[in-house]
Nanobody
């Protein structure tokens, strides 16, 4: 019943910008680490950025200086702001989160993935 839904993907030009957003819905007790991954055509899924519940970010070298990850623990969202886009940024972007749900008096913790959103950058 808990879901992550990405939005904001689309088309961009070389040097352009896009902002992605991911929202957790359902009966969420709390959310731990969150992250953004991407899978370029014909390649493996790779971690782009992650952020702790306290707001400490970590970036892949390909994203550092161009992308910014942020989260809102009240709205249960994580965003990825992408600047200076390049064609090699073209990929399906996924968000992920460590989710805790409360069922009765027991807490269940598991990894949750969104369905992905396409980002295409043209030259």
């Amino acid at each position: 019943q808990v879901q992550l839904v990405e939005s904001g993907g689309g088309l961009a030009r070389l040097g352009g910008s896009l902002s992605l957003s991911c929202t957790a819905s359902g009966s969420v007790f709390s959310i731990g680490d969150m992250g953004w991954y991407r899978q370029p055509p014909g390649k493996q899924r790779e971690l782009i950025a992650e952020i702790t519940r306290g707001g400490t970010p970590t970036y892949a070298d390909s994203a550092k200086g161009r992308f910014t990850i942020a989260r809102d623990n009240v709205k249960n969202t994580v965003s990825l702001h992408m600047n200076s886009l390049k064609p090699e940024d073209t990929a399906v972007y996924f968000c992920s989160a460590v989710v805790k749900t409360l069922q009765g008096d027991q807490i269940h913790e598991f990894d949750l993935w969104g369905q992905g959103t396409q980002v295409t950058v043209s030259s």
